[in-house]
């Protein structure tokens, strides 16, 4: 036999690479074999192909006699019952962890044989089983009607210990009884709201959030479901504070619809047009069902954007990196109140407008559509982020020839890796920590610009184009001149920030300044428009200097003065009044003489006072 494993130790290298092969020596007989033991695809050896006592078995051991991979071996004897060829067998007062393959294994090519055809067999199973347990793993949010919900014999509500008492008062109550009622009148479909839930080991939906709407809807519905063993309402409420509630709600309920088609209502409310979103939390994930909990509110109104942005990258981080998933879902909480400024307003129109559009499509979810991942999970290698040619770490600042031999100039260390990664603003999206990094990186630099300043002083560079966004009286130019700094500090840093940013401001005042007959307010369509017809975000993603973007910038700033004859003037004077003076405190900064003569030119300044500083 000890011939036979060292052939098959070769034959399992070459054939089946990434395989561990182990022999078991006998403790009398050191020179002999007892069992030589085969990893399957899954380097894990509790599960094994073993040749055993001149036979070819699949063994499970270890942690697969465990009460949370029976589900596990139960697939496998499933998915191999009325295969002739294999037998479950009996092990050690076991019946179900070794399977024998009736082919006979007492000369090496019949060892051979044998392990190629359980390998076969057993491979294919044990990767679907395991694919299909992956899935189950997964959180997902999907639509789901109220009838699949509470009428449905394969979901079994539950309410955990943790749930506090159900304590609706009358106004919720009539709150969802006005909105529903009306959208049936008006035969609209009607969302109501987000509710999570977790499956338990032995297939119970226990509710995380949605008790207070899922109880008051069960009342709603009480005729039907007194039969129902399993619903809501026959759950214990052992508190004096929920039986209360329920009663009382029950009175609203009556009370409310007296006078009301009460039947079809009801029939409306069991239909395809009422839905609910339902977060499924998998078994093993209680924790992270807790880091959605905070996101909804007591009405169960749809998560934002962000949400589920928060929920879908969630996702995409591996189950054994709980830790990580939460640091990422608390930096994510800390900058709700800033979530809609970076990615709506900021940098969700810089991905637009350099794909060479204004604004693209419509409706619900702009935001969410546009920070999904790009790239499906299966595709994701979890274990390494590659980069690309073209993204490689920020670490040179520059290079220059001496003695004809090139020298690349280091910047000074970050003392952070992650400031070290590469990132642009319209990158594809790479789910899971690649996507929070990115958040994390713009929230940074963003506050860096715009935000109030919590420790070091602000440079002069970044505080004039700070105090320059604060002059721009108007949100829509406003935003889009943050954009355009945002790119652009991102990508060349410091360096002529001050005349970048005059020359952005000079360019998006002209919308300011309309000629005679024109607009004189502005839409926030007309700047997205404007800014794309200038091309400026191509004109900074394509430049490879920051000089050579300045310059292209720089010639796009018409000559006509804003006061001159033919423009019209209305309230257009508060917001030169409001540049001039930016300008008169600011302007001495300016060292590029062109740049400040067009700010002269332009809004017809006294140069005199600047000559003499």
């Known amino acids: 036999m000890i011939v036979i494993g060292f052939k098959l130790r070769d034959y399992i290298v070459e054939k089946y690479p990434n395989r561990k092969v182990v022999g078991y020596v006998s403790p009398r007989v050191a020179a002999e074999e007892r069992y030589v033991q085969v990893s399957t695809f899954l380097d894990d050896m509790d599960i094994h192909y073993e040749l055993y006592q001149n036979h070819v078995e699949l063994h499970l051991e270890g942690k697969y006699h465990n009460a949370e991979n029976q589900e596990f071996v139960n697939q496998l004897h499933q998915q191999s019952a009325g295969i002739p060829s294999l037998s479950w067998l009996s092990w050690q007062e076991k019946e179900r962890f070794r399977c024998q393959i009736d082919m006979p294994a007492n000369s090496w090519e019949e060892v051979k044989a044998a392990f190629d055809a359980i390998i076969a067999i057993f491979d294919p199973i044990i990767e ?16 789901r009607t109220l009838n699949s919900i509470l009428f449905n014999d394969k979901v079994k509500l539950s309410l955990p210990k943790y749930q506090r008492a159900y304590e609706w008062k009358k106004e919720h109550v009539i709150a969802l009884l006005d909105d529903t009622y009306e959208a049936f009148v008006s035969k609209k479909a009607y969302i109501l709201g987000t509710i999570i839930l977790h499956q338990t080991e032995d297939k119970i939906y226990d509710i995380v959030d949605g008790q207070q709407r899922l109880v008051t809807l069960s009342i709603l519905f009480k005729d039907k479901l007194k039969e129902n063993k399993d619903s809501l309402l026959c759950s214990v409420f052992d508190n004096l504070k929920s039986q209360y509630y329920i009663q009382n ?14 039947d079809n209502y009801l029939d409306y409310l069991q239909s395809d047009k009422v839905k609910f979103s339902v977060l499924y939390i998998p078994t093993n994930q209680l924790s992270l069902a807790f880091t959605f909990f905070d996101s909804l509110n007591s009405k169960g109104m749809l998560l934002s954007d962000y949400d589920l942005l928060k929920a879908h990258h969630l ?15 608390d930096e994510w909480q800390s900058k709700d109140d800033k979530h809609n400024e970076l990615f709506e307003k900021i940098l969700r129109q810089i991905r637009v407008w350099s794909r060479g559009h204004g604004e693209e499509g419509g409706g619900e979810r702009l935001v969410y559509n546009e920070f999904v991942s790009a790239i499906d999970e299966k595709d994701l290698d979890k274990d390494e982020h590659v980069l690309n040619r073209y993204m490689q770490p920020n670490v040179f600042r520059s290079w220059n020839r001496e003695n004809d031999q090139i020298v690349l100039n280091m910047r000074y260390p970050s003392q952070n890796v992650e400031d070290l990664i590469p990132m642009e603003i319209p990158q594809t999206i790479e789910g899971g920590d690649a996507f929070f990094l990115y958040a994390k990186r713009y929230h940074k630099m963003y506050e860096l610009l715009f935000g109030e300043p919590t420790g070091e002083k602000k440079s002069s560079a970044i505080h004039y184009a700070d105090e320059l966004s604060k002059a721009i009286r108007n949100d829509y130019l406003r935003n889009a001149y943050k954009a355009i700094i945002l790119l652009y500090f991102d990508k060349f840093g410091e360096q002529k920030l001050i005349e970048l940013a005059t020359c952005v401001e000079l360019l998006l005042s002209t919308l300011r300044f309309p000629k005679a007959g024109g607009q004189t307010f502005i839409r926030q369509s007309r700047v997205k428009q404007y800014v794309n017809e200038q091309e400026i975000i191509p004109v900074i993603l394509n430049s490879s200097y920051l000089s050579h973007a300045l310059s292209q910038l720089k010639h796009k700033i018409g ?18 009044a409001d540049m001039e003076n930016f300008y008169n405190r600011h302007i001495h900064v300016l060292h590029n003489d062109s740049i400040k003569s067009q700010v002269n030119h332009l809004y017809q300044r006294n140069q005199k006072q600047d000559n003499n500083e």
């Open 128 to 143: 679907k089983t395991k694919k299909n347990q992956n899935m189950e793993n997964q959180v997902t949010l999907e639509a």
């Open 559 to 576: 000559n006509t003065p804003f006061e001159a004859e033919g423009y019209t003037k209305n309230s257009q004077d508060n917001y030169k």
């Open 249 to 262: 709600t029950n009175k609203i309920i009556n009370n409310y619809l007296k006078n009301k088609d009460r």
């Open 315 to 329: 996702m995409f981080i591996p189950e054994n990196q709980e830790n990580l998933a939460r640091k990422h879902n």
